[in-house]
């Protein structure tokens, strides 16, 4: 079984930092994609930000400067170092893995977390 498991989620002041977590844990040959995607209430899901094996990240442009997504390959996780926190950052924001589990090595399959609440303000 494979899971993946966020924290880091909380009440923060405008203006200031958060560090979302996320651990993906069992049966994995390997990870592709790793990413946070958020939602809030009546909106649809966006991709906040995502980072291949390599290294390569994509940021969506209203968290360009502010946010940082690092991932660690040898620990399978991922983290997003939000800075600089607005209001609008408000949202439930999930974790995304493309990964190979051991049980079907030759399709990837996409996972997410459940999901932890981020909300900004004063």
């Given amino acids: 079984q494979v899971q993946l498991v966020e924290s880091g989620g909380g009440l923060v002041q405008p203006g200031g930092s958060l560090r979302l977590s996320c651990a993906a844990s069992g049966n994995i040959f390997s990870i592709?994609?790793?990413?946070?995607?958020?939602?809030?209430?009546?909106?649809?899901?966006?991709?906040?930000?995502?980072?291949t094996r390599g290294g390569t990240a994509t940021y969506a442009e209203s968290v360009k400067g502010r946010f940082t997504i690092a991932r660690d390959n040898a620990k399978n996780t991922v983290?997003?170092?939000?800075?600089?926190?607005?209001?609008?950052?408000?949202?439930?924001?999930?974790?995304?893995?493309?990964?190979?589990?051991?049980?079907?090595?030759?399709?990837?399959r996409v996972y997410w977390g459940q999901g932890t609440q981020v909300t900004v303000s004063s």
Avoid: H, I
Avoid at 79 to 99: G, H, I, R
């Fill in 32 to 51: 592709n994609t790793m990413g946070w995607y958020r939602q809030a209430p009546g909106k649809q899901r966006e991709l906040v930000a995502a980072v």
């Fill in 79 to 108: 983290n997003l170092q939000m800075n600089s926190l607005k209001p609008e950052d408000t949202a439930v924001y999930y974790c995304n893995a493309e990964l190979y589990p051991f049980s079907t090595m030759l399709n990837s």
